[in-house]
């Protein structure tokens, strides 16, 4: 018998090494692929889309704050990947009663670089882990030498219309913004809170409003509704998984920081 603590620092308990695994998280089911680990996977969400592939060759077991536990229990998984975000926390005694559930927390690049080296103790592949590890530190360092003599710019970052909800503080999303030296007006507030876009217009000195892919799909006439408010920022659409996925996507992550930066 195995002990493990997860980013909750819950304990878990595991007879073997994982064979079988469910992971209810996309980011971290791109990470699994990543790993090595495609033949261990046995469920996934309907929004695990990265590698594509998979969506074919696995069980969709339903969505991050809905599942199927029946299929899940079906599944006979040695273990359930959860993230304390994106899972709803009423499945968790549910899950567990199934198969151990490790559960992330992710706030920060160290967050996730933790949870790569977990995975690797997890399913025993160590040396995979520290390779997708080394190579997101080297492109981060990369990446603080290149940002370092741009200039600070104030934005608002929209996940959410109707209502219109943005990323603040205590959130990976803002981490990621203030790395790209991006002042997020709204980081005196907490989570996702809901705005009025009227609030938009008292803001001094916003340069870009930025529009994620993810969780809401943006559209050019969300744009108009936006400029309906304020005139003087510009407007941009910007890949979300970037900005929210971490894992093994962090590695790609700050070459398209980088090109956004030279767009704006």
């Given at each position: 018998?195995?002990?493990?603590?997860?980013?909750?620092?819950?304990?878990?308990?595991?007879?073997s090494?994982?064979?079988?695994?469910?992971s209810?998280?996309?980011?971290?089911?791109?990470?699994?692929?990543?790993?090595?680990?495609?033949?261990?996977?046995?469920?996934i969400?309907?929004?695990?889309?990265?590698?594509?592939?998979?969506?074919?060759t696995?069980?969709?077991v339903?969505?991050t704050?809905?599942?199927?536990?029946?299929?899940?229990?079906?599944?006979?998984?040695d273990?359930?990947?959860?993230?304390?975000?994106?899972?709803?926390?009423?499945?968790?005694?549910k899950?567990?009663?199934?198969?151990?559930?490790?559960?992330?927390?992710?706030?920060?690049?160290?967050?996730?670089l933790d949870?790569?080296?977990?995975?690797g103790e997890?399913?025993?592949c160590?040396?995979?882990?520290?390779?997708?590890?080394?190579?997101?530190?080297?492109n981060?360092?990369?990446?603080?030498?290149y940002i370092a003599?741009?200039?600070?710019?104030?934005?608002a970052?929209?996940?959410?219309?109707?209502?219109?909800?943005?990323?603040?503080?205590?959130?990976?999303?803002n981490?990621l913004?203030?790395?790209n030296?991006f002042?997020?007006?709204?980081a005196h507030?907490?989570?996702?809170?809901?705005?009025e876009l009227?609030?938009?217009?008292?803001?001094t000195?916003l340069d870009?409003?930025?529009?994620?892919?993810?969780?809401f799909?943006?559209?050019?006439?969300?744009?108009?509704e936006i400029?309906m408010?304020?005139?003087a920022?510009?407007?941009?659409?910007?890949?979300?998984?970037?900005?929210?996925?971490?894992g093994s996507?962090?590695i790609?992550a700050?070459?398209?920081?980088?090109?956004?930066?030279?767009r704006?």
């Open positions: 018998m195995k002990t493990f603590k997860d980013q909750l620092h819950r304990t878990i308990h595991l007879e090494t994982p064979k079988r695994i469910v209810l998280v996309p980011s971290q089911t791109e990470l699994l692929f990543d790993l090595d680990l495609q033949d261990y996977i046995v469920g969400t309907k929004f695990c889309v990265h590698p594509s592939h998979l969506k074919a696995k069980s969709s339903g969505g704050k809905q599942v199927d536990f029946k299929k899940i229990k079906a599944l006979r998984p273990i359930i990947l959860c993230n304390k975000e994106e899972n709803a926390s009423n499945m968790i005694p899950l567990e009663g199934i198969a151990p559930v490790h559960i992330s927390d992710i706030f920060t690049f160290d967050d996730s949870l790569i080296t977990a995975y997890l399913f025993c160590e040396t995979k882990a520290l390779k997708i590890k080394d190579e997101i530190i080297f981060l360092k990369d990446f603080q030498k003599n741009k200039p600070v710019l104030k934005v970052y929209f996940i959410w219309r109707n209502p219109w909800m943005v990323a603040a503080n205590n959130t990976f999303i981490h913004l203030e790395f030296k002042e997020n007006i709204y507030l907490e989570r996702y809170p809901e705005i009227n609030e938009l217009g008292l803001q000195g870009y409003v930025f529009l994620s892919s993810e969780p799909p943006f559209k050019d006439k969300h744009v108009i400029k408010h304020l005139k920022s510009k407007t941009v659409f910007v890949d979300g998984e970037y900005f929210s996925w971490y996507r962090l790609k700050f070459q398209y920081f980088k090109d956004l930066r030279s704006l």
